[in-house]
DNA sequence: TATTGTTATACTCTATAACTATA
DNA sequence: TATAGTTATAGAGTATAACAATA
């Protein structure tokens, strides 16, 4: 080591760290991202896939225009997740009669069932992660999340993955 | 809506998300990484930036595949990383003496400097996102989410983020 | 021959801008 | 002329494989 530095002294001490909220959410966030990715892949699906194809559930018929609007996204983005779900056979466009520039998104009778299949996955993503705590402690963790998501300004049930918005402005590499 | 669609009564009901701790950890995590990455942008840095610094202000002098072994990354994602560093004058690779295969790699005192101006950003951050919270709380909180991290094995301070390793045999998409 | 770091290459994600069809 | 969706294009991130220098 040489003259100026300050090893063990860092300016980012570990421990400081650790103990941060928004690094352990950060971290905790990536880490169950990375584990649902891993789950629902033998089922073929990605999260964005399952984010939207919920969204399309959601309410049927909506326009391509209208969800990326929901997701935060442009339009041509839009065509690139609905490719994705349409190449899978789980999502049907169909044009609009009353103004053809239109499509009316709605889910295929293999993307409900599918859905179906995600339900028990879901429930043992969430029991292997939250296997360190008792049930009260899970309650009392979802209900602090939830009350600093609500405050954060969140919306419900919608992934932030989706507007990781490159504004021309700043210079932001990594969601 | 045609006949086959379960408007209101998808497969993945929004109550039953909101409530899931691994989803909220995961938008929250997203959120957090997302704001954060705004932050720091004004100080010319990135999440992965200010990852692999403090890695290297931690014990300054290991070589580049030491570090990629820490961060879970292959030697040439190293090298993409330093280079980013090397280009804002944040890290130097030394030439090993002993053996000249080796980079030995240490923070400019810029990179120090610049670490000391982070450390305020960091606590706004903080602030701002537990604002939800008590004081109490937010311990219960830090205290519930690293005893998580402890049982999933996460690494002490190590964001999962760089090892987002696209192995051949899955297929992810999204971090 | 084995190891460290680098370069070459390729593939995915995602945005902007230009384009087509429709209104 | 304005709008919905698409395509063309570009840039970042990240992996694998080939390579040069050193041991």
Redesign the interface.
């Given at each position: 080591?040489?003259a100026?530095?300050?090893?063990g002294d860092?300016?980012?001490p570990?421990q400081a760290?650790?103990?941060?909220?928004?690094?352990?959410?950060?971290?905790?966030?990536?880490?169950?991202?990375?584990r649902?990715?891993?789950r629902i892949?033998p089922l073929?699906l990605?999260?964005?896939?399952?984010g939207v194809l919920?969204m399309i559930?959601?309410?049927?018929?909506r326009s391509q225009r209208a969800l990326a609007e929901e997701l935060g996204v442009v339009p041509s983005r839009v065509v690139a997740l609905l490719d994705n779900l349409d190449r899978k056979g789980l999502v049907e466009r169909r044009r609009s009669a009353t103004d053809r520039r239109n499509h009316e998104l709605?889910?295929t009778?293999a993307a409900?069932q599918l859905?179906?299949e995600?339900?028990p996955v879901?429930q043992t993503?969430?029991a292997d992660?939250?296997?360190?705590?008792s049930p009260a402690?899970?309650d009392?963790?979802?209900s602090?999340?939830?009350?600093?998501?609500?405050?954060?300004g969140?919306d419900?049930?919608?992934?932030?993955?989706y507007q990781?918005a490159n504004s021309p402005t700043?210079?932001?590499?990594?969601?």
């Amino acid at each position: 080591m040489t003259a100026g530095e300050q090893a063990g002294d860092n300016p980012i001490p570990r421990q400081a760290l650790t103990r941060q909220v928004s690094f352990l959410l950060a971290q905790l966030g990536a880490h169950a991202t990375q584990r649902f990715t891993d789950r629902i892949a033998p089922l073929g699906l990605t999260p964005p896939d399952i984010g939207v194809l919920r969204m399309i559930a959601m309410s049927p018929g909506r326009s391509q225009r209208a969800l990326a609007e929901e997701l935060g996204v442009v339009p041509s983005r839009v065509v690139a997740l609905l490719d994705n779900l349409d190449r899978k056979g789980l999502v049907e466009r169909r044009r609009s009669a009353t103004d053809r520039r239109n499509h009316e998104l709605h889910p295929t009778p293999a993307a409900y069932q599918l859905m179906g299949e995600l339900w028990p996955v879901l429930q043992t993503h969430e029991a292997d992660l939250t296997a360190a705590l008792s049930p009260a402690e899970r309650d009392q963790l979802a209900s602090l999340l939830a009350r600093i998501a609500d405050q954060q300004g969140l919306d419900v049930g919608v992934h932030p993955g989706y507007q990781r918005a490159n504004s021309p402005t700043t210079d932001q590499t990594k969601g």
